[in-house]
């Protein structure tokens, strides 16, 4: 007999992949280029060259047998060592090769790092808005999400309702900053609290709360803003890490799990992560892609696009009479639409081959998704088709010109 629980997850698929499709679909109608896609977050710049010259030179250069032979179950030691030496320098910490398990992606190390610290049943607290796909991951390991209502406007934690999400049951937090889909970045006054709290809360239910820190955008940050390094305030903190937008190669599906030293069972975590890739068949990511990310882990491609199409969409968006938040990173913009039901503002834009994402799916109901990583050219193209839309099925909503610079000033 066929599995129940996945077949029932047939009638469930990702939104976001849905209107990735559909987008697919009507570009082959009338052209990807005038169908204004802001549904998936693949990156769209290239990799920098310091990856693509390492990888070249792997395979020019190494004996073919052991370059494309099988790594370790828990990692290539000399790649773990490059990631640990990199996260020291960066962030001031003292991890080890014995700290880093290499992953799949952000996802892979989401799931390994679910397995390793809760258990069948616990609870996994995620603040809304969040990405879809970690209800399946914490499922998956057998846990249950808690999710914890999204705090407005600014869509930092709501401390409030986290108070009431905490119980013994708890055995794990899951956060992701700069955050998708809000495009917001967690302040540290933000995660000062939080670590207090967990903290506290530990103690009094007499077993750590762990904190899983999705990092995936850190490296996209605007403003010259930077992003707090989540573990460096959390000892009991996993964070969870992709290379699949700071190297744009997310197709190549690498990243890490990152063991905070200090953390409860910190030296037993890595190997439990062997240990749950036998269940699961994850078998570490490939010899060659581990080897070439070790080469470039401190690059990044130029990510300065992304902040160039934040400006126009935020600007196109505060002058339309959006309700929007300003991002501070990532590739998202999250803006309130312009009726309560999202998906039905969603469906209408469709109409203007404008592919936007209900946000119902991501705790959020009432907003949707644009991610702009795009070309800046289809960006500019994309804002008289949303100018239309907008004007068309809501009426003209535009800000007068002091409206509008009052707005920028806040």
């Known amino acids: 007999m066929i599995n129940r629980h996945y077949l029932s997850m047939l009638q469930n ?15 082959e109608e009338i052209g990807y280029d005038n169908v204004y896609d802001y549904s998936l977050g693949n990156p769209s710049v290239p990799a920098p060259q310091g ?43 003292n991890y080890t090769a014995a700290h880093i398990f ?12 679910l397995r390793a610290v809760t258990e069948p049943g616990e609870e996994v607290v995620v603040f809304a808005p969040f990405f879809p796909e970690y209800i399946p991951y914490i499922e998956g390991a057998g846990a249950k999400a808690r999710v914890v209502p999204a705090q407005f406007p600014d869509f930092q934690i709501n401390f409030g309702a986290l108070e009431e999400a905490l119980s013994p ?73 992709s290379f699949s937008k700071s190297l744009s190669i997310p197709g190549e599906r690498i990243g890490y799990v990152a063991v905070h030293p200090d953390c409860e069972h910190a030296q037993e975590i890595v190997p439990m992560c062997g240990q749950i890739s036998r269940g699961t068949g994850h078998n570490c990511p490939s010899s060659l892609i581990q080897l070439a990310m070790a080469e470039a882990v401190d690059e990044t491609s130029d990510l300065s696009v992304y ?35 999202s998906v039905a503002f969603c469906r209408k834009a469709l109409a203007y081959d404008l592919i936007l994402v209900p946000a119902d799916g991501f705790g959020a109901p009432g907003y949707f998704r644009m991610a702009y990583c795009i070309d800046t050219d289809k960006v500019r193209r994309s804002l008289p088709a949303l100018q239309e839309f ?16 009052e707005n920028k000033g806040k």
């Open 307 to 341: 902040e160039t199409n934040r400006n126009l969409l935020y600007e196109a968006l505060t002058e339309l009479g959006f309700t929007v938040n300003r991002p501070d990173g990532t590739f998202y913009i999250f803006p309130k639409a312009l009726e309560e039901d």
């Open 13 to 27: 698929k990702s939104v976001i992949r849905e209107l990735s499709e559909y987008a697919a679909r009507r570009g």
């Open 102 to 113: 290499p992953a799949t992606g952000a996802a892979g190390a989401i799931a390994h790092a």
């Open 169 to 241: 049951a708890v055995g794990a937090v899951l956060i992701n900053s700069p955050n998708n889909p809000s495009g917001v970045v967690y302040t540290k006054e933000t995660l000062e609290r939080l670590s207090s709290l967990l903290t506290e809360k530990s103690a009094e239910y007499s077993h750590p709360i762990f904190l899983l820190s999705d990092e995936p955008y850190r490296e996209i940050c605007f403003d010259g803003g930077s992003v707090p390094y989540t573990a460096l305030f959390y000892p009991n903190t996993l964070t969870c890490y």
């Open 51 to 93: 990856f693509t010259d390492a990888a070249i030179r792997l395979l020019q250069t190494q004996e073919p047998v052991a370059l494309h032979g099988y790594s370790p179950s828990l990692g290539l030691e000399s790649v773990k060592e490059k990631v640990a030496q990199s996260l020291n320098r960066r962030f001031g910490m």
């Open 390 to 405: 907008v004007r068309e099925e809501y009426g003209d909503r535009s800000l007068s010109e002091k409206q509008h610079e």
